[in-house]
């Protein structure tokens, strides 16, 4: 089980850098974000109907493929200074 874990930890250090550079995981959050929005912006014109908000209304947004792959690939939200994925400190 010693080799796997090297093997990953020699792919993360080559590609992003375990935190120390974090400019090199642009590229591949960038790509990230052009692919979903891409892929879901056509999956939005080729069935509609899955992507009707349940609540209709003058007040409610349509869909917006950039927002939701970024919402998708920003998981750490700071809300109040806790993050959301904790599960106590906010409600």
Do not use: E
Request: aromatic share 14%.
């Amino acid at each position: 089980m010693r080799w796997p874990s090297r093997a990953w930890s020699f792919f993360l250090h080559w590609t992003i850098g375990y935190g120390y550079r974090p400019t090199l995981v642009l590229p591949y959050l960038v790509g990230l974000f052009a692919v979903g929005s891409l892929l879901l912006n056509h999956a939005d014109h080729a069935h509609p109907s899955k992507f009707t908000p349940t609540k209709t209304g003058p007040g409610q947004p349509g869909f917006n493929a950039a927002r939701y792959t970024l919402d998708l690939l920003a998981h750490y939200r700071v809300h109040r200074g806790h993050r959301a994925g904790n599960g106590h400190g906010c409600t």
